[in-house]
């Protein structure tokens, strides 16, 4: 049974060496990104017909939300070097890594959080304007997958802190690092339309 | 497999440097379209980036490529234009 979820697809196929696993990733990465596009052209769609919005930076904080981007970009960074390690079959490398990953994403909610409680006490809530729900709403969206990719980190590491991959096998360390790759990936594009457009 | 670590960080800089373009841009005072072109650019390039190189689409097969890229941009003008639509839409 277990054999049959870990099936790989023939190297003739026209997908190569990708595990089920990885194409089903693909495709709930594909699926999620098409979610976050009909949200980010929603926003977009409703500024489109507002008669005022407010500037990049007037309410939002730019340069914390950069530094944030930035922690997400380095936990790609961290992450992709958790499967280069294993790949190598240094187990602590890759302990090492997920667990720098691990703390990069905790700290992005934090900010976040912190960002929100600010934002609370100064009255701008989420049914305060347009603008205060198309944030909320897209932002605590991505905030619920960085949220999911922490807890799936954490699954990973404690599996990995067992010895469960290898050398030869680190396919579930790819598949974590396409989500948590995705959810950097789509933050870039959350960043530049709802704080700096 | 082949030690990337070097590709890795390169590719990390480079997304710090157009991060921070991309804020430069959002204060400079020039037309509103050149402004988004310009942050669209920047941003559209990181998540190549991001995919090409940490995602390892580069060495993925030429379908699953397709199967990558195909999807997003179509759903997208496939949304824009049902909303260009909507004017036109039946009201029973």
Request: proline share 2%.
């Amino acid at each position: 049974m277990n054999q049959n979820i870990n099936q790989t697809i023939p190297i003739n196929d026209p997908f190569g060496k990708a595990s089920n696993g990885k194409l089903g990733m693909w495709l709930l990465i594909i699926v999620d990104g098409l979610s976050f596009a009909g949200l980010l052209i929603a926003g977009a769609s409703l500024r489109a017909s507002a008669s005022s919005w407010p500037a990049a930076g007037e309410i939002l904080d730019i340069p914390l939300t950069a530094f944030n981007t930035f922690l997400l970009i380095c936990t790609s960074f961290t992450m992709v070097m958790a499967l280069s390690s294993i790949q190598k079959g240094d187990q602590g490398g890759l302990k090492k890594y997920l667990a720098y990953t691990m703390a990069g994403g905790l700290l992005f909610l934090g900010i976040q959080a912190w960002e929100y409680y600010h934002f609370i006490h100064n009255g701008f809530l989420i049914n305060s304007s347009m603008y205060a729900s198309i944030f909320y709403v897209t932002t605590g969206f991505h905030g619920l997958h960085v949220l999911s990719g922490v807890i799936y980190i954490g699954c990973i590491l404690w599996a990995a802190s067992k010895g469960r991959y290898s050398a030869n096998d680190w396919d579930h360390v790819e598949i974590l690092g396409l989500f948590w790759h995705f959810v950097d990936l789509v933050w870039i594009l959350v960043f530049t339309i709802i704080y700096l457009i | 497999m082949e030690n990337h670590k070097s590709l890795y960080i390169k590719n990390a800089i480079w997304l710090a440097i157009l991060t921070f373009l991309e804020i430069e841009v959002s204060y400079l005072s020039i037309s509103r379209t050149g402004q988004i072109v310009l942050l669209m650019a920047f941003a559209v390039t990181k998540m190549l980036l991001v995919a090409w190189i940490y995602m390892h689409v580069r060495y993925e097969t030429k379908a699953l490529k397709w199967v990558i890229f195909i999807p997003i941009p179509a759903g997208i003008l496939f949304t824009v234009a049902l909303m260009y639509d909507i004017p036109f839409r039946w009201v029973v």
